[in-house]
């Protein structure tokens, strides 16, 4: 099958789902600018940040195109209302403290990870390309959140607890990523996207490795909470637009 079984639509929103994650996650993560616990974890966390809005520039600047409305990266980011994002409702929860934040980065980068990896042999060619770049600072991001896992947990009774908090703030919010559903099914069958759920595996193989590594147990997780993908979201993801969108809808049209 090809990428002609696909409708603009579909190709579109997959687009969206993919770019609104890492926008929305970007933009969360840039609040830690300036307060990091340390020097290192500023540029750190920033650095991911960066990487993060420039996987979603690409991918909503694909999302246009496949769209044929000349709508770019900016105007997706900035000209669309809460219920149009697409993202999963993981990365828009607030940062709360560093374990929290880590927590997050963790499960987002397990699942993204192993995500992008499928997604390099997309039979989209755009897809492909932005993904082959993506996965490999994907990686990072893992890599970053694996090693505070173990540090954190293997750590201070506070670190550990703090952790612990952090994780149990966001395990209702794991079990939405890899649910597949009607877009998920077509693009798979397209060869364009993969099933979430077959990802299922790979994230807890990397779960169990880390949280032995810290020392910690993966308790049985609640029911998820899912809607992120049809733009039924919290109402952290309001406050979060409304300091990103605030200048572009108060200067509409302006350039630097």
Known sequence: MTEAVLSTDQLTQYLLRLGDDSLVLGQRLSEWCGHAPSIELDLSLANVAL??????????????????????????????????????????????????TIARQFLFSSYQFALFRHLTASSNTAVAEICAKAVKETEYHLQLASDWVVRLGDGTDESRERL?????????????????????????????GVLPSTLK??????????????????PELPRSITGGREGHHSEHLGHLLAVMQH????YPGAVW
């Open 164 to 192: 612990v908090a952090g994780f149990d703030w966001h395990w209702r919010f794991v079990g939405e990523m890899f649910e597949d559903d009607a877009l998920s099914e077509a693009v798979a069958a397209a060869d364009i």
């Open 51 to 100: 990487d993060l809005i420039g996987q979603a520039t690409l991918l909503l600047n694909a999302a246009g195109e496949a769209e044929g409305q000349g709508r770019d990266a900016d105007a997706l980011a900035f000209g669309r209302d809460v219920m149009s994002f697409r993202n999963c409702l993981l990365v828009e929860q607030p940062n709360g403290d560093f374990g929290q």
């Open 247 to 250: 200048i572009p809808r108060t």
């Open 201 to 218: 595996s790979e994230f807890d193989s990397r779960l169990e490795a880390v949280f032995n590594d810290a020392g910690l147990e993966i």
